[in-house]
C-alpha cells in the first residue's frame, strides 16, 4: 500500500518533484549515466531519466484508474441486469460475454487501439472496453447468489419496485468482490498500457510514459542499460503493490482464501 | 458421454458466432472508406467504382458479413493490402515460429511451476513457500518485455551467452534454433510459471487435507509416495485443464516476447499489420486466435470430463 501511495504523490506532484522538465532535450548530455545531475541518467535525446519516471507514473496510474472505470461502468450494470433479470436478457448477455473472453486480452486491446488510432485516451478505451466482460461475469456470478438471499425476498415482499431492490439491496453486497477484482484489475490494466505504449499504440512521443521508455531503451541496452532498468523496475513497483493490495483485500473480504 | 460432448460443441457454436460477429464490427470502426484507401493516392472514380462492387461496400452490413463469413468458413480470410498474399498464407508461414515458442515457454512454466507449487504446498509456511510465493508475485508483476530486456542485458551483452535477437528454423540448424529460443521461452513461460505454481499449490493444499491422503499417510507410505502418486494425481487435472487455456494466452503474450527478440512469427506480424494498417491481416489474426482459444477451451472442457468419474456419472 506504501508504494500505491508513493506513487500517486509522484504522479500529482510530478510537476514540483521532478527535477528537470521531462521532455526537455540536451544534445551535451546523451545517454550520460546516472549522476549526482541526473540520479537515474540520460536518454538517448539528453532527457533526465528521472523526471520522465515521474512523469510516467501519471500515465500509469491514469491508465489504470480510467481503464477499470470504464470496465466497471460498462460491466458491472450489464452484469446486474444479466443476473437480477435471467432468462433470454441473461442468456444473450452470458453468451456475447463468453464470446468477447474468447477474444484474447492483449490481442483485443491491439487490435482496438490500432482501429482507434494511437494515444494514451484510445489505449485506456481499448483496456477498458478489453476487460469489460470479467466484470460482467463477475457481477452476474454475485447478483445470482445474492438475489436469492432472503433480505432481497424481504425487500421484495414488502414492495420495493425491481430495480429499488437491484440498486440499494443486490448492489451494495456484491462490491466486496468487485473492488478486490478491480485493484487486480488496475495492475493488469497497467501492464496492458505499458505493453501498449511499447508497441507504440499508447502514450505517443515525446509525453513520457514507463512503456514507450522501454521500447526506445531496448535499442540501447549495450550501452545505456539505466534507459531500460528505472522504467521497468517502477512498472513492477507498481503493478506488485496493486497485486499484493488485492490479494491482501481478498484475503480479508473473504476468509477462505486466507 | 456423448450427449454431454454434443451439448458442449453445441454451446460453442453461438460463441464463435458472436466472436465472428465482434471482430467483423470491429472493421466497422474504422474511419473512411476501405475502397478509397485500397485504391491509392489517384483515386480513380472508376477503380474506386469498381473495388466498392469487388468488395461489396455497397451492400448492407449483415449480407457484409454473410460474404465474410462463408469466405472464413472456406479458409479465405482475405488478402493482406501491403504484401499482397493471402492473409492464410501469412499464417501458415508463421504460426510454426510461435507455436515453437508457446510449446517451449509452456514447458518452462510446467517444469517451473508444479514443482514449486508442490514444494510450496507440502512446505507450507516454511522458507520454501514463501520463496516460491515470492517467485509467483515476481511472476504476475513483472512485465515480460522488461525482463526480455534485463535478459538480453544479462546474457547477450554482460555475459555473451545467447544471441540477443532473431531466429533460426530448426531444420537449418537446431542448436542455434534452442539458443535463440531459450531466453523468449523463459520469459514468456515466467508468467504461466507464477500461474501454475499457485494453482498448483492451492490444488495440492486441498487434496493433501483429504482423508484418502491421511489414511495413505496411516497406512505407512512414505511421503513422497502420498505426494506423489496419491496427491498429485487427483490434484493434476485442474492444473493441465488451467495449462491447456494458458497456452492460448501464450499466443497473445507472444506479440510482446517476439517484439523484444525479433522473432518473425504471429505476434510480430499482427504488430507490422496495425502499423501498416493492414486491417486484413489484424481481423484473420485476432479471428484465428480467438478460435485457438474456443478450441484449447473446448478440448479442456471434455479432457476434465473424460479422466473425472464422477462428472461421467
Given amino acids: ?258 | 458421454m456423448l450427449t454431454y460432448f454434443l451439448k458442449r460443441l453445441a454451446a460453442v457454436i453461438p460463441t464463435v458466432f458472436f466472436v465472428t460477429v465482434m471482430i467483423f464490427c470491429l472493421q466497422q470502426l474504422l474511419p473512411g472508406d476501405p475502397a478509397v484507401i485500397l485504391a491509392g493516392e489517384d483515386q480513380d472514380q472508376n477503380t474506386v467504382a469498381y473495388l466498392r462492387q469487388k468488395m461489396h461496400l455497397d451492400e448492407p452490413l449483415p449480407v457484409r458479413y454473410g460474404y465474410w463469413i462463408s469466405g472464413v468458413m472456406r479458409g479465405d480470410f482475405g488478402d493482406s493490402l501491403r504484401i499482397q498474399q493471402p492473409v492464410r498464407q501469412l499464417i501458415q508461414d508463421k504460426l510454426p515460429v510461435t507455436l515453437e515458442l508457446a510449446a517451449l515457454a509452456m514447458m518452462i512454466a510446467l517444469l517451473i511451476g508444479i514443482p514449486a507449487g508442490i514444494v510450496s504446498a507440502v512446505a507450507k509456511d516454511s522458507a520454501w513457500d514463501y520463496l516460491a510465493n515470492i517467485f509467483a508475485l515476481w511472476g504476475l508483476s513483472t512485465p515480460n518485455f522488461w525482463l526480455g530486456i534485463l535478459m538480453i542485458l544479462l546474457f547477450s551483452v554482460s555475459l555473451g551467452w545467447l544471441p540477443a535477437s532473431g531466429y533460426v528454423s530448426p531444420s537449418e540448424d537446431l542448436k542455434a534454433n534452442l539458443l535463440s529460443m531459450i531466453m523468449p521461452a523463459f520469459v514468456l513461460g515466467n508468467a504461466i510459471a507464477a500461474v501454475l505454481m499457485r494453482h498448483t499449490r492451492s490444488a495440492m493444499l486441498q487434496v493433501l487435507n483429504t482423508d484418502y491422503v491421511r489414511t495413505a499417510r496411516a497406512k505407512g507410505l512414505k511421503e513422497n509416495k502420498v505426494v506423489l502418486k496419491h496427491a498429485l494425481r487427483n490434484a493434476i487435472m485442474p492444473i493441465i485443464t488451467l495449462g491447456a487455456l494458458e497456452f492460448g494466452t501464450l499466443l497473445s503474450g507472444a506479440v510482446l516476447t517476439e517484439q523484444v527478440f525479433s522473432i518473425p512469427g504471429f505476434g510480430k506480424l499482427i504488430v507490422d499489420a496495425v502499423f501498416n494498417r493492414d486491417y486484413a491481416v489484424v481481423q484473420g489474426v485476432v479471428l484465428f486466435t480467438s478460435t485457438i482459444y474456443i478450441v484449447l477451451n473446448l478440448l479442456a472442457d471434455m479432457a476434465y470430463f473424460l479422466v473425472n468419474p464422477r462428472l461421467r456419472g
Fill in chain 1, 1 to 258: 500500500m506504501g508504494f500505491v501511495i508513493l506513487f500517486v504523490i509522484i504522479a500529482i506532484f510530478a510537476p514540483w518533484l521532478a527535477p528537470q522538465d521531462p521532455v526537455e532535450t540536451s544534445w551535451s548530455a546523451i545517454r550520460k549515466s546516472p549522476s549526482a545531475a541526473h540520479w537515474f541518467g540520460t536518454d538517448e535525446l539528453g532527457r533526465d531519466v528521472l523526471s520522465r519516471v515521474m512523469w510516467g507514473a501519471r500515465a500509469s496510474l491514469l491508465a489504470g484508474l480510467v481503464s477499470v472505470s470504464i470496465s466497471m461502468a460498462l460491466g458491472v450494470p450489464i452484469g446486474l441486469l444479466a443476473g437480477y433479470v435471467g432468462g433470454w436478457t441473461d442468456g444473450i448477455i452470458s453468451r456475447l460475454t463468453d464470446s468477447a473472453l474468447a477474444l484474447p486480452f492483449l490481442i483485443l486491446a491491439i487490435a482496438l487501439a490500432a482501429f482507434l488510432g494511437p494515444s494514451l485516451m484510445n489505449a485506456m478505451i481499448a483496456i477498458g472496453v478489453s476487460a469489460t466482460p470479467i466484470f460482467i461475469r463477475l457481477t452476474r456470478a454475485q447478483v445470482l447468489a445474492v438475489k436469492v438471499e432472503d433480505f432481497v425476498e424481504a425487500a421484495r415482499a414488502v414492495g420495493n419496485p425491481h430495480w429499488r431492490i437491484a440498486l440499494r439491496h443486490v448492489l451494495p453486497n456484491v462490491l466486496p468482490p468487485l473492488i478486490v477484482q478491480s485493484t487486480l484489475a488496475i495492475a493488469a490494466a497497467i501492464i496492458a498500457e505499458a505493453s501498449l505504449s511499447f508497441l507504440g499504440l499508447g502514450q505517443q512521443p515525446p509525453a513520457p510514459s514507463w512503456g514507450s521508455m522501454l521500447n526506445t531503451a531496448k535499442n540501447y541496452v549495450d550501452n545505456a542499460p539505466w534507459m531500460a532498468i528505472w522504467p521497468g523496475l517502477s512498472i513492477f513497483l507498481l503493478v506488485l503493490s496493486f497485486n499484493l493490495v488485492g490479494d491482501g483485500l481478498r484475503d480479508a473480504l473473504d476468509p477462505r482464501h486466507k
